[in-house]
């Protein structure tokens, strides 16, 4: 499974991005797909998953402000953040887990919330 993400960018407090990743491969085998961040100097952290039934779950930062999705049939995931705030900046890493047990990891978006 490869994993292709876009959508990060430099944006001002109280403004919104959407995210958008890019499945190809084995896509048949995706299972749980999500989003994590890691800022400078702290650890990766979940920021929201979504399982193939459309089950979510956000980290407690983020939740009534980050809305994740994702188009099975396009293979595609998404993260809808709004009301972003200086602190959610950070590198952005879509990931997904499989039917095996494997995880696979795309190359991170830059997401800078900054005036």
């Known amino acids: 499974v490869q994993l292709q993400a876009s959508g990060g960018g430099l944006v001002q407090p109280g403004g919104s991005l959407r995210l958008a990743c890019a499945a190809s491969?084995?896509?048949?085998?995706?299972?749980?797909m999500g989003w994590y961040r890691q800022a400078p100097g702290k650890q990766r952290e979940l920021v929201a998953s979504i399982t193939t039934a459309g089950t979510t779950a956000y980290v407690d930062s983020v939740k009534g402000r980050f809305t994740i999705s994702r188009d099975n049939a396009k293979s595609t995931l998404f993260l809808h953040m709004n009301s972003l705030k200086p602190e959610d900046t950070a590198v952005y890493y879509c990931?997904?887990?499989?039917?095996?047990?494997?995880?696979?990891w795309g190359k991170g978006t830059q997401v800078t919330v900054s005036s």
């Open positions: 990931h997904a887990n499989n039917i095996y047990g494997m995880d696979h």
């Open positions: 491969g084995s896509i048949f085998s995706i299972n749980v």
